[in-house]
């Protein structure tokens, strides 16, 4: 599956972004889609994640009651609403894709990735 992430742009601390991702080439739901993200000099780290039916999620601590992830399954899209954004939150944005539901926060879990999105959260 090929995953096509988008949305990212600059926004100012305590601002909003939706960030979206649409999948093609494979049956998108049959799979967990993930969120990861990566600032300069860090490791790439867990954001969220939704089950294949979006009946769970999964969110990092550093982001719950912020950030919502979503799925359309009909337009094979998953999208990360970011609300009350952080500097700290500042980072490449990539989604995935996973078959499984276990150990989802686990990126080694993930085969498949999109080419990443730019979030800028300015103090």
């Known amino acids: 599956v090929q995953l096509q992430a988008y949305g990212g742009g600059l926004v100012q601390a305590g601002g909003s972004l939706r960030l979206s991702c649409t999948a093609s080439?494979?049956?998108?739901?049959?799979?967990?889609m993930g969120w990861f993200r990566q600032a300069p000099g860090k490791e790439r780290e867990f954001v969220a994640a939704?089950?294949?039916?979006?009946?769970?999620?999964s969110y990092a601590d550093s982001v719950k009651g912020r950030f919502t992830i979503s799925r359309d399954n009909a337009k094979n899209t998953v999208s990360l609403q970011m609300s009350r954004l952080k500097p700290e939150d500042t980072a490449v944005y990539y989604c995935a894709a996973t078959t499984s539901w276990i150990a989802v926060q686990n990126r080694s879990r993930y085969a498949y990735w999109g080419q990443g999105t730019q979030v800028t959260v300015s103090s």
């Open positions: 939704i089950s294949w039916r979006g009946g769970s999620t």
């Open positions: 080439g494979g049956t998108f739901s049959s799979y967990t």
